[in-house]
């Protein structure tokens, strides 16, 4: 039997974005701006949270402007397969990275 903490794990706390996350949002780029109903000329994934549960989900924030972002979560299946679950745009670089 599963105990509820194992089940409903926490978020990490914020980090700054590292070369393995950075590399996932790119990978999923196009996919993150189709579920944001746009392009994004700039985009620089800034910091991330994460969360273990079937896989990894990734909560990310990626500038796309002066004071613009997303976020994004992104999961990554126990197969490493790449699945964008939501999107929040546009937030502002000052907002919090929040779990939706």
Request: charged share 25%; net charge negative.
């Amino acid at each position: 039997m599963t105990s509820e903490t194992e089940t409903n794990r926490e978020w990490t706390p914020v980090e700054p974005v590292t070369e393995d996350v950075k590399k996932i949002c790119i990978e999923e780029q196009s996919e993150i701006e189709k579920k944001a109903g746009t392009s994004f000329p700039h985009f620089t994934p800034l910091s991330f949270r994460l969360q273990t549960e079937a896989g990894i989900f990734y909560l990310v924030k990626v500038q796309t402007g002066e004071d613009v972002c997303v976020h994004a979560i992104i999961h990554k299946s126990d197969g490493g397969i790449l699945t964008v679950t939501g999107v929040l745009y546009p937030k502002l670089l000052t907002d919090p990275l929040v779990p939706f």
